[in-house]
């Protein structure tokens, strides 16, 4: 069973950085994908952003050019460079294995941007 732990969460104001970090169990090299998800108070869970084994990345409209995600399969560990942050970035942010179909999901980390 992958456990998948996210850190860096945190307060910051509006306009400042955070970089979230996903460490993995087990290796991440031939996961499908791996990606980031958000779920604000009152709605669904949505994708951020998400970086297939090739390398391509797809990110949600509302975060192009602010997010990054990156994979580190040496150290089995996906980040999300976080800059600009606005007060509608505000969520439980949470980390997701795709492993063909077999999707594993960490417990979450809050982002809360302040105005």
């Known amino acids: 069973q992958v456990q998948l732990v996210e850190s860096g969460g945190g307060l910051v104001q509006a306009g400042g950085s955070l970089r979230l970090s996903c460490a993995a169990s087990?290796?991440?090299?031939?996961?499908?994908?791996m990606g980031w998800y958000r779920q604000a108070p009152g709605r669904q869970r949505e994708l951020v952003a998400r970086?297939?084994?090739?390398?391509?990345?797809r990110y949600a409209d509302s975060v192009k050019g602010r997010f990054t995600i990156s994979r580190d399969n040496a150290k089995n560990t996906v980040s999300l460079q976080m800059n600009s942050l606005k007060p509608e970035d505000t969520a439980v942010y949470y980390c997701?294995?795709?492993?063909?179909?077999?999707?594993?999901w960490g417990k979450g980390t809050l982002v809360t941007v302040s105005s």
């Open positions: 087990e290796s991440i090299f031939r996961a499908n994908a």
């Open positions: 997701n294995q795709d492993d063909f179909g077999i999707e594993y």
């Open positions: 970086i297939i084994s090739g390398g391509s990345t």
